[in-house]
């Protein structure tokens, strides 16, 4: 099996309930983060670590998710007109990029979401991005996995230490420290009870799996929520081989959550080039109002 991962898998499908009723006939990975769709930025991660294959699970309402990635020749016709060449460079860059899309006709779970797109993986190592948890694309996150994927040649799954009041939104893990950042997993649960967590590490949207996965999850039951979860799964494939946490010192932001969503969309604003002057001093205004 190569140790390069050449691919990875968005999983889109989600109903989004938690950002209702924004989401009920539009996909939540495209909204926007200042400028971009939150899905681009997940996309532009991959590529930052050469990952040129690209397969994004979809459904019912997600068909934007395809026309934002296709490229725009009316657009950019007008844009050539008023001569905004910066502009179609950057509306048309991620459209060279191969994507292929598969729909996933019921919303069953995540662990489902992944094992639709399958067939496209090909007996190879691939990484997943949950395109909801955005991760500051100055942290090389990603890259880090996989750099240390071709190390460890096993599943390795982002961890992020949480508060322990936070720990039952999360599939935490207990786990023993290699050192460098690197745990070594015994055990995991998805969406602990109050006080039932093994650790505060949880395990957040990125991971590097291996095929094997897939045999697991098509005889998946429900579990938690009645979805087929992916940590049910790596459970069970954690009795027949080593998996790996890999620590995430950086900054995430839940977008998927209207407060994470809030927080990215301020930070990334400070962050922008052109919005960073103007909006700095209206927050800086704001703040003077909330302390009268
Ligand atoms: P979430 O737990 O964020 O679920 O899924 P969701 O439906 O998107 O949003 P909420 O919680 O109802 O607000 C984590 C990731 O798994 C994908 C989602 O699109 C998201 O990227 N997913 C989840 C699927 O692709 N299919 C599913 O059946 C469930």
């Known amino acids: 099996m190569s140790d390069t991962i050449k691919k990875a898998i968005f999983p889109a499908a989600g109903l989004g309930t938690r950002f209702l009723p924004a989401t009920k006939a539009s996909p939540k990975e495209m909204l926007p983060i200042v ?48 001569g905004k060449k910066k502009l179609i460079e950057e509306i048309n860059r991620l459209s060279r990029i191969k ?89 995991l649960v998805e969406k602990p009870a109050p006080g039932e967590a093994p650790s505060n590490l949880a395990i957040i949207g990125r991971y590097i799996l291996t095929p094997d996965i897939f045999t697991i999850l098509s005889r998946s039951k429900p579990g938690r929520g009645g979805e087929i979860q992916l940590t049910d799964a790596i459970a069970e494939l954690l009795r027949k081989r080593p998996v790996y946490g890999y620590l995430f010192r950086g900054r995430r932001y839940d977008a998927g959550d209207k407060l994470g969503y809030l927080k990215a969309t301020v930070d990334f604003a400070l962050k922008n080039p052109e919005l960073s002057a103007a909006f700095r001093s209206y927050i800086v205004g704001v703040s003077r109002r909330l302390k009268k």
Do not use: W
């Not at 997600?62 to 007008?78: C, G, Q, S, V």
């Not at 955005?134 to 961890?159: G, N």
């Not at 939104?169 to 050192?179: A, L, N, T, W």
């Open 99 to 187: 994507i292929a899309y598969i729909r996933q006709g019921y919303a069953l779970g995540l662990g489902h979401a992944i094992s639709c797109a399958e067939p496209f993986v090909n007996n190879e190592p691939f990484a997943v991005i949950l395109s909801d948890d955005i991760i500051d694309p100055k942290d090389t996150l990603l890259k880090d996995m996989v750099h240390l994927y071709r190390k460890l040649k096993a599943p390795i799954l982002a961890l992020e230490r949480v508060p322990a009041a936070d720990t039952h939104r999360y599939g935490v893990i207990d786990g023993k420290s290699e050192g460098g950042g690197v745990f070594r997993i015994n055990g």
């Open 35 to 82: 400028d971009k769709p939150m899905i681009q930025y997940g996309v532009e991660e991959a590529i930052s670590c050469n990952i040129k294959e690209i397969v994004i699970v979809t459904g019912k309402h997600k068909r934007t998710i395809e026309d934002h990635f296709d490229y725009a020749f009316e657009l950019e016709e007008k844009l050539k007109k008023s």
